[in-house]
């Protein structure tokens, strides 16, 4: 799909109420089984878009900043003449999903924001996501981390390159600290109902984070997941989908 001019490369899976559904940093992939999963779970449909620049995709020199990725997915909406959607985003893509909120679309009924980066809380630094290395990075992601560990070094060429494209275009769109000092302040704008999911044992984002960034949008809901960490929708993929269906209200789950 083209939306001026910008190639967006597009996953779409299930049938239902619409959900859009944004990565973060660790691109696609990191979402991708949880499509399918909420798709067959809630009844829903599942569209995830990958961001321009991760996984191997283009992206226009003048698509820098995670506002205008939001810009880009509120037309993307749009386009596909979609109402009521349920945006959920991991990380930077709760950090899409929340500037998408203060865009004011009305084709955004709702927004669950998933352990995301984004807002400066001076006593919960976001790790320096720029200086791990791939242990230390799993390390702090979840809350079972052997499970989930990658050696660059025996992946296969075109893998690694795709790891290294999507670092490189997560510090295009987020920054070395991941954080917009401005943010924390405008969240009070944010007037659609807004769920907020953070794994206890996140030590990308740490829970305190995520309770200031619940505390500064009005009526938002914080909920906690235990034996999870920053990647919720790999580690827990059913207690996020629960939380998610039960802050919707969809009815008719297979849950």
Do not use: C
Not at 226 to 248: S, W
């Amino acid at each position: 799909m083209i939306l001026d001019a910008v190639p967006v490369t597009l996953s779409d899976v299930g049938a239902g109420a619409p959900v859009l559904l944004l990565h973060g940093g660790g691109g696609p992939a990191s979402v991708a089984p949880f499509a399918p999963h909420l798709a067959d779970r809630l009844g829903v449909r599942v569209l995830t878009p990958t961001h321009p620049g991760f996984a191997g995709t283009e992206r226009p020199d003048e698509l820098a900043t995670i506002s205008q990725l939001a810009a880009l997915y509120a037309r993307l909406l749009d386009e596909l003449d979609l109402d009521d959607v349920t945006v959920v985003g991991n990380s930077i893509g709760g950090w899409i999903a929340l500037e998408l909120a203060l865009l004011g679309s009305p084709r955004v009924g709702r927004v669950v924001v998933v352990d995301a980066v984004g807002v400066e809380v001076v006593d919960h630094p976001v790790a320096d996501f720029f200086a791990l290395t791939f242990p230390e990075l799993a390390a702090l992601s979840y809350h079972d981390p052997d499970r989930f560990r990658i050696d660059p070094d025996v992946l296969p060429p075109e893998a690694r390159a795709v790891l290294a494209a999507n670092r490189a275009a997560l510090a295009v769109y987020a920054g070395a600290g991941m954080t917009d000092p401005t943010l924390l302040a405008r969240l009070r704008d944010v007037t659609v109902p807004t769920l907020v999911v953070w794994g206890e044992a996140d030590r990308i984002a740490d829970p305190g984070y995520g309770r200031v960034l619940a505390d500064a949008i009005p009526g938002a809901e914080l909920k906690v997941l235990p034996r999870t960490g920053h990647l919720p929708q790999l580690e827990t993929p059913d207690a996020l989908a629960d939380a998610v269906e039960q802050f919707a209200g969809w009815l008719g789950s297979s849950a």
